[in-house]
Nanobody, 134 residues
Framework: QLQLVESGGGLVQPGGSLRLSCAASGRTSDYYAIAWFRQAPGKPREGVSCITKTDGITYYADSVKGRFTISRDNAKNTVYLQMNSLKPEDTAVYYC???????????????????????????WGRGTQVTVSS
C-alpha cells in the first residue's frame, strides 16, 4: 500500500509563494504518476498539475501555467509544487494523488483531460490548506 503525506501549506499574501511537498512511503514502486488537486469550499476537486515518475513529463491546468511548477525527487519519493504569484482564487485544500497504472502520456486524451480525472488515482493524501489573503 502507498501512503502520501502533503506538507507546506499555510497563509500567504497575494503575490507570495509557497512550496508544497508530497512524500510517498510504503509501496513506492507502485505508482507511475503523481498529481496535485485542489478543492475550494463548495467547488469540485480540480486537477492542478501532474508529473510522471519515470520521464518527468508535466501537465498543468491553464489557471496555474506560468505560476506553478511541479517537480520530483525520485530518490526521496517526493513531489513538489512550487507556487508563485499566488492569488486569492488559489485558496483551497491541496491534495496529492498517485496513479498506479501506466497511461498513454502523450495522447491527446491524457494531455487534455486524462491526468486531471480523479478516478485515475487510487492513493490520496489528506490534504494541506493553502490560504491566499491579505
Amino acid at each position: 500500500q502507498l501512503q502520501l503525506v502533503e506538507s507546506g501549506g499555510g497563509l500567504v499574501q497575494p503575490g507570495g509563494s509557497l512550496r508544497l511537498s508530497c512524500a510517498a512511503s510504503g509501496r513506492t514502486s507502485d505508482y507511475y504518476a503523481i498529481a496535485w488537486f485542489r478543492q475550494a469550499p463548495g467547488k469540485p476537486r480540480e486537477g492542478v498539475s501532474c508529473i510522471t515518475k519515470t520521464d518527468g513529463i508535466t501537465y498543468y491546468a491553464d489557471s496555474v501555467k506560468g505560476r506553478f511548477t511541479i517537480s520530483r525527487d525520485n530518490a526521496k519519493n517526493t513531489v513538489y509544487l512550487q507556487m508563485n504569484s499566488l492569488k486569492p482564487e488559489d485558496t483551497a485544500v491541496y491534495y496529492c494523488a498517485a496513479d498506479s497504472l501506466r497511461r498513454p502520456y502523450s495522447s491527446k486524451w491524457y494531455i487534455s483531460e486524462g491526468w486531471r480525472t480523479t478516478r485515475a488515482y487510487d492513493s490520496w493524501g489528506r490534504g494541506t490548506q493553502v490560504t491566499v489573503s491579505s
